[in-house]
């Protein structure tokens, strides 16, 4: 918070992060959320957030509490306790298609090693499974198949009354796997290992479906790999978001030129034509068709950008480590003019005539520089830490979580201003203290 409250300046970004960060005026007239709501219920750092339905979220944290919430008026609807850990993944659970009241459930993973079951209209815990031999660190599930996965140390498949399937033995890569539901000749689930991702020189961060034919797969040193999802075969690959010109082809080279943390993916979002990578402190924009980045961002916050989500409008919303929430516009860029030839007197004796070995690099950069840039229309300043993560409600709002521990609703202040003044007016109606004229 003290950059923003004294304007003071940033240490070095790096040996290839010299492009300034891009920040914003006080007037944001782009930006529609002027108004917020500072919602308190939390105790310690606050990182999942998910939808329940149209009005309402969960939140959760490293208090191990799990609070409902209603994101229309911030209202606190429901604390659920059950936990004595942290929180370490939160989901939201169908209701089986057997059961008659059609409740919103939610699945919580602990660090003190169980899952709990939760009726988010109750508040009642539904069921607890404390079987496993190390913490839960992610949750899915797969409704086609009426099963739900937890991953950590291991691989389990689980049935909806929490029945355990079957599992995989100690995971050690990321691995493809394929998993075998019951037949007329064999009644048990199984779990069969396909492939291990072995492409990438360091950890996978992050992976993400793009769309039914292929998925995307980022790594601790900046590679991204684009998979076929049928064959597992590499479609595309980036492996220098940091820097345009290909010039690092190994893992040494990349570490002798930037810090891990300064290129590493955390995080991944898409639409139909693009993937959107948080690369350290920066946003690219990697076209599918194209295969190539074709804008970006390379210092978007002071530091690294943790959850990013793509908005109506070619918009796209970051949060990041220095506890900032920043709106961006994927715009096209205009092309510029081509350069005049000179003409008359000195050109006779090549005083003005373009030296076309000297012009043939600015030509080439021309041609290489992204056709789109990522323009700042709003820079939301409310947290006092890191921003851990975000929702986006169309009707409601923005709502993002903190390691302040405070959860804050961001508000279309245009929007809300209305909706007072039509109150208003109802109830000025209701008191017979407005008269309307027939």
């Keep these: 918070m003290l950059r923003w409250l004294i304007g003071g300046g940033r240490e070095p970004q790096g040996l290839a992060e010299k492009s300034p960060l891009q920040t914003i005026g006080e007037e944001q ?6 108004e917020l709501l500072v919602l308190k219920a939390h105790h310690d750092i606050v990182r999942f957030l998910v939808q329940l339905d149209e009005y ?4 959760a944290g490293d208090d191990g509490i799990v609070v409902v919430w209603n994101a229309q008026t911030g209202e606190k609807l429901l604390e659920l306790n059950g936990h004595t850990q942290k929180i370490t993944a939160l989901i939201t659970f169908p209701s089986s298609e057997a059961c008659e009241e059609k409740n919103q ?30 913490t839960v660190k992610c949750l899915i599930v797969l409704q086609r198949l009426d099963v739900w996965l937890s991953g950590g140390n291991d691989l389990c498949v689980w049935n909806q009354k929490l029945d355990l399937l079957c599992k995989t033995s100690h995971l050690s890569d990321t691995v493809i796997f394929r998993l075998v539901a019951p037949t007329e000749e064999s009644l048990e689930w199984d779990i069969l290992e396909i492939k291990r991702l ?5 950890n996978i961060l992050s992976l993400v479906n793009v769309n039914d034919v292929s998925f995307v797969t980022g790594s601790h040193v900046g590679e991204m790999i684009i998979w ?11 492996c220098n978001f940091w820097d345009p010109s290909p010039q690092l082809d190994t893992q040494q080279e990349i570490k ?21 990578a948080a690369v350290g402190k920066g946003l ?22 943790l959850h990013i989500a793509k908005l109506p409008n070619r918009q796209l919303i970051s949060c990041s480590e220095d506890g900032s929430v920043r709106i961006w516009e994927l715009r096209e860029k205009q092309q510029l003019a081509a350069e005049p030839v000179p003409t008359g007197f000195f050109n006779m004796w090549g005083f003005g005539r373009v030296n076309k070995q000297a012009s043939q690099p600015v030509k080439k950069q021309q041609e290489n520089a992204p056709p789109c840039s990522l323009e700042l229309i709003g820079d939301l300043i409310g947290h006092s830490s890191s921003v851990e993560m975000f929702l986006y409600f169309e009707d409601h709002g923005l709502v993002t979580c903190s390691a302040d521990h405070l959860i804050i609703l961001w508000k279309n202040g245009e929007k809300e201003s209305g909706l007072r003044s039509l ?14 004229a027939v």
């Design 29 to 34: 007239t782009q930006n529609p959320y002027t």
């Design 56 to 59: 309402r979220f969960a939140s």
């Design 105 to 134: 459930l939610i699945l919580t993973a602990s660090a003190d090693r169980t899952v709990i079951l939760w009726d988010c209209d109750t508040g009642r815990q539904v069921q607890k499974v404390s079987c496993f031999q190390s």
């Design 198 to 202: 072995l492409d990438h020189q360091d």
């Design 228 to 238: 076929d999802i049928l064959d597992w075969t590499v479609q595309a690959c980036e």
């Design 256 to 276: 002798l030129c930037q810090k891990p943390n300064d290129i590493s993916i955390h995080h991944f979002t898409w639409d139909e034509e693009n993937v959107f």
């Design 284 to 305: 690219y924009v990697y076209n599918l068709q194209l295969k190539r980045v074709i804008a970006c961002q390379k210092s978007a916050h002071d530091s690294n950008v």
């Design 423 to 436: 109150k208003l007016f109802q109830k000025l109606e209701e008191d017979g203290d407005l008269y309307l």
